[in-house]
């Protein structure tokens, strides 16, 4: 493939309203005013979603290819860590660090997963890991599949158009001969509880970053640099405490998800809002980031792949997601699900009128 070119991103990586104080924060092409463009992968979800590329590369530590995608009306594929390596991309955090896509289609999106998967002596979480062939039963359908809502802490304070697009989501794919059900899914509160933002990714974020930090604090973005400080005070006995937690729920949410080939929550609970009403204050800025990234931070405490598939819009014209979530290593049942569902829906093709930036 050719190279564009490179998007804006949020500084370190670190955010999931995707504001940037330093360079800008790229500008949600759904709306005459400015919106969250989502992060940190803003520039990507927003180069593919206005067309100016095909598709974009990304990295998700708690929701960075997938609030993009869904605020930005793209599709957004989070892998597995150990899936891509991550040889060559600048580092947040060593444990959830993983490389995804932002495309227009879920076809798009297997095919660009398909050329990056794959072991890499470069990046030992791959070793072991061996590729597989997506392409082979994409086009299979989901007929006997079997999908569930996961009704958790996914569903709290659901924006109304949020809600109703994801239960239609369900009729869709009873449609194409799924069984669609519910879960009681705790793990998923459980890992949230585990406050992977502070403990486990400002903690490494600051190990991986510690001389910029201390050295040049009052240059960098006031408050992507006030997150990640808090990593210096997370102590040792927390942070291997929370590693051993978090590989113990992974254990636990497979056991649960035994019967279940894959989950369906909203990737967002709240569709993009404007810059100017998230970006008022800290405290306002760390409220709304938190609830941007609740549901997709919790696919990577789990090591869960996850796709982002648009799937309707809300009153005012803005794209809503749906996430799909796999289990570990199978990235291709996800793919095969969100191409059936992008079959007899056409959200996805959907493109934004920018004739108001003429």
């Known amino acids: 493939m050719i190279l564009l070119g490179k998007t804006n991103t949020v500084q370190f990586a670190f955010s999931g309203v995707g504001i940037n104080h330093d360079h800008g924060t790229p500008h949600n092409p759904w ?30 530590t708690g929701g960075s290819v997938r609030v993009p995608a869904a605020l930005c009306g793209t599709v957004g594929l989070k892998t597995t860590v150990g899936r891509i390596s991550r040889a060559g991309v600048y580092p947040l955090s060593w444990t959830l660090d993983t490389v995804g896509c932002l495309t227009r289609s879920v076809e798009d999106a297997a095919v660009v997963y398909q050329c990056l998967q794959g072991p890499d002596v470069n990046d030992e979480s791959t070793l072991g890991v061996p590729a597989h062939d997506v392409m082979q039963d994409l086009k299979d359908g989901v007929r006997g599949m079997r999908l569930a809502f996961a009704e958790s802490v996914f569903q709290e304070d659901l924006h109304p158009d949020v809600e109703k697009a994801l239960r239609e989501c369900g009729r869709v794919f009873e449609d194409l001969g799924a069984r669609v059900g519910s879960i009681e899914f705790s793990e998923a509160r459980e890992a949230l509880n585990l406050n992977p933002g502070i403990v486990t990714i400002a903690a490494e974020g600051y190990t991986l970053n510690k001389n910029l930090l201390e050295a040049h604090f009052d240059e960098l973005d006031p408050v992507v640099a006030h997150r990640m400080i808090k990593g210096k005070d997370v102590q040792a006995g927390t942070y291997l405490e929370n590693s051993i937690a978090a590989r113990r729920l992974r254990s636990a949410a497979a056991n649960t998800l035994k019967d279940v080939d894959a989950l369906l929550v909203p990737t967002t609970p709240v569709p993009a809002q404007p810059v100017s009403a998230v970006d008022t204050d800290f405290d306002n800025y760390l409220d709304r980031n938190a609830l941007y990234l609740r549901n997709t931070c919790i696919g990577n405490v789990l090591n869960m792949c996850g796709l982002n598939l648009p799937c309707g819009f809300s009153g005012e014209g803005l794209p809503i997601g749906l996430l799909i979530y796999g289990k570990p290593f199978q990235e291709n049942v996800l793919l095969r699900t969100g191409y059936a569902f992008q079959q007899i829906t056409d959200w996805h093709l959907q493109m934004p009128d920018l004739s108001w930036t003429v």
């Open 31 to 60: 709306s005459r005013e400015h919106h969250l463009p989502g992060g940190s992968s803003s520039g990507s979800g927003v180069a593919v979603a206005a067309g100016m590329a095909p598709m974009a590369l990304g990295t998700d």
